[in-house]
């Protein structure tokens, strides 16, 4: 009954999260709101675990908060430098010089 | 009984800071804010809702498992909302100030 209750109530955020990210004004706020999403889908995760009494899935959980985090960083790399491939000190070399 | 009490309390109410930070990145007028009210509620709502779970498991291998998730969650939320301020300012986005509310509608 508990965990059913924090599962809704979790759903509810996710719902919320789901729609800044497709309302979202600027990229930024859609990423934040997917980190948001992510780390509501770990919490999920675990109270799902215990929903269904089997709490090997805690498991996932554990892998899933560490692909949001890093799924995360790698999207912000993307957006603020348009590649993959060019570390950070050099995009800013080019705006210095650009100023 | 307490155990089931406490656990309830730490449920519901993880549950409703969640919501309220819902809430808040839909109410709040600019992307910092937004990100203060996901900041927060990241933090405090995991943090409540793990340990709910955890006083149901006892101490066993599953509440070492709630711990490490915990752990993660700890340090990688404020690191990615560092991140996602960062690249915000970096990415030309400003905070929204009452001086020039006027120049610069939301």
Known sequence: ?99 | MIIELLSWIALVSGGLLGIIGGIGIHRFPDFFTRLHAAGITDTLCAALILVGLGLQSGISLVSFKLALVFIFLWFTSPTASHALANAALHGGLRPQLDENKDASPS
Not at chain 1, 11 to 32: E, F, K, S, V
Not at chain 1, 74 to 99: H, P, R, W
């Open chain 1, 1 to 99: 009954m508990m965990f059913t209750a924090a599962a809704l109530a979790i759903l509810i955020t996710m719902g919320l999260a789901l729609l800044r990210a497709l309302l979202g004004p600027t990229i930024y706020d859609r990423i934040l709101a997917i980190n948001m999403f992510g780390t509501k889908t770990v919490l999920l995760i675990a109270v799902f675990a215990f929903l269904s009494g089997r709490t090997d899935i805690l498991d996932i959980a554990l892998v899933y908060a560490l692909i949001n985090f890093i799924g995360v960083v790698a999207v912000l790399k993307l957006v603020e430098q348009g590649n993959f491939y060019t570390s950070g000190e050099e995009v800013e070399q080019e705006v210095k010089a650009e100023e």
